[in-house]
Structure formats: structure tokens, C-alpha cells
Nanobody
Framework: VQLQASGGGLVQAGGSLRLSCAAS????????MGWYRQVPGKQREVVAH???????MYADSVKGRFTISRDNAKKTVYLQMNSLKPEDTAVYYC????????WGKGTQVTVSS
């Protein structure tokens, strides 16, 4: 099973980015899919989760600015990030959970002030 994230890049504060993460391989579906982020010297932190039935959870720091969604048929999870702030700068990782956690390699998001 592989998770491939894309959509990262450099954006000015206040701008938007949309991350995508597609799963491939021998897996039917994920119970939970999510996005995490990590900056150097800090632990990886959860950004948002979404269940197979569409229930969502967001970190307080991104509530009202980020939206997670998924396409179960495509085994893809998205993260729409609006009103980006410099403190959102990090490597963003996607995760899929089905008996165990599967991780993508990460995509860099840089927000300039």
C-alpha cells in the first residue's frame, strides 16, 4: 500500500493550497484518513481526520480555515487550506488507517509573511 501526497508549495500569507493524497495497492478502504504536519525539531501533529462516513476532526489551530474531504471510490483524501499563516509552514503527511496506519512521504508547505 502506498500513499502519494501532492499539492504542496510556496504561498503568501492569506493564500490557499489544496493537498491531495491518493492511495494505491492492495487495500479496499481506510476507516480513517487524515493529515498531519511536522516542523524540524517538533513532533508530528494531527491537522485533521475524516472517517469513512464523513465525520471530521480538526486541530484547534486550523478550525475554520482548513477543510478535509475524501473520495472513497478513489481512495483519496484532500485538504483545502485557506487563510494560510506562516505558522502553517511544515511538511504535511497523509495517513490512512485500516488495522494499521499507512503514511505518505510528505509534501512541503511554505507560507511566507
Amino acid at each position: 500500500v502506498q500513499l502519494q501526497a501532492s499539492g504542496g508549495g510556496l504561498v503568501q500569507a492569506g493564500g490557499s493550497l489544496r493537498l491531495s493524497c491518493a492511495a494505491s495497492g492492495n487495500i479496499f478502504s481506510f476507516n480513517v484518513m487524515g493529515w498531519y504536519r511536522q516542523v524540524p525539531g517538533k513532533q508530528r501533529e494531527v491537522v485533521a481526520h475524516i472517517t469513512s462516513t464523513g465525520n471530521t476532526m480538526y486541530a484547534d489551530s486550523v478550525k475554520g480555515r482548513f477543510t478535509i474531504s475524501r473520495d472513497n471510490a478513489k481512495k483519496t483524501v484532500y485538504l483545502q487550506m485557506n487563510s494560510l499563516k506562516p505558522e502553517d509552514t511544515a511538511v504535511y503527511y497523509c495517513m490512512g488507517r485500516n488495522l494499521r496506519d499507512y503514511w505518505g512521504k510528505g509534501t512541503q508547505v511554505t507560507v511566507s509573511s
